[in-house]
């Protein structure tokens, strides 16, 4: 395990210099278009999850998994897997070359064409997962009211409060990833 006690805090600036990053964000965001900054639905990081587990029964056989069908689409392929059957003959290659095609890249595109096809509010996502992975009364103890709360008509406040409990957690992780 890694472990970078360096924290990064990307300037909070307009800026177009680039394309990408924080400062063409802000420029949108202050415009009201936060939508290139979704909440996915937690449940379609497993689904990434449980075709990474398939990877080497898929070496041996074609199994329909959770992004088959994301991938044929986009690499306008009956069975985006049987490529690499043909190009690796051993299963450690096999599944190398699984994680070079579902990279991060195919990862985010897959996030982002499922979340459209869910058209689940920001807001719906995060609460479905603090309920689902943190204790009850850690979401109680916020003080939000979820039936009102907003991204963009809730106080600031709230935003930053949920967003340093969620840091302090994955702080919490990550140091106990480290004793692991």
């Known amino acids: 395990m890694c472990w970078n006690d360096e924290k990064v ?3 909070a600036r307009f800026s177009d210099r680039v394309f990408y990053g924080t400062g ?5 965001g202050n415009a009201g278009d936060w939508s290139g900054y979704p909440i996915f639905p937690y449940h379609l990081f497993d689904d990434i999850w449980e075709t990474s587990e398939l990877f080497p029964s898929l070496y041996s056989a074609n199994i329909d998994t959770p992004v088959s069908r ?5 690499c306008k392929e009956d069975d985006p897997w049987q490529p690499l ?3 690796f003959n051993m299963v450690t290659q096999f599944v190398r070359a ?3 095609k579902l990279d991060g890249l195919r990862i ?3 996030l982002k064409s499922q979340n459209t096809e869910d058209m689940r509010i920001d807001e719906s996502n995060l609460m479905d997962y603090l309920s689902t992975f943190y204790p009850p009364e850690e979401i109680r103890n916020l003080n939000i009211d979820w039936e009102t709360f907003s991204f963009m008509a809730s106080p600031l ?5 949920i967003r340093m409990y969620l840091f302090g957690k994955e702080e919490e992780s990550r140091f106990i990833a480290t004793l692991l």
């Open 98 to 100: 699984c994680n070079e």
């Open 157 to 161: 406040e709230q935003v930053e409060q």
């Open 24 to 28: 063409p964000a802000l420029i949108r």
């Open 9 to 11: 805090y990307p300037e």
């Open 85 to 87: 059957r043909e190009n």
């Open 108 to 110: 985010l595109q897959y």
């Open 70 to 74: 994301f991938l044929s689409g986009i």
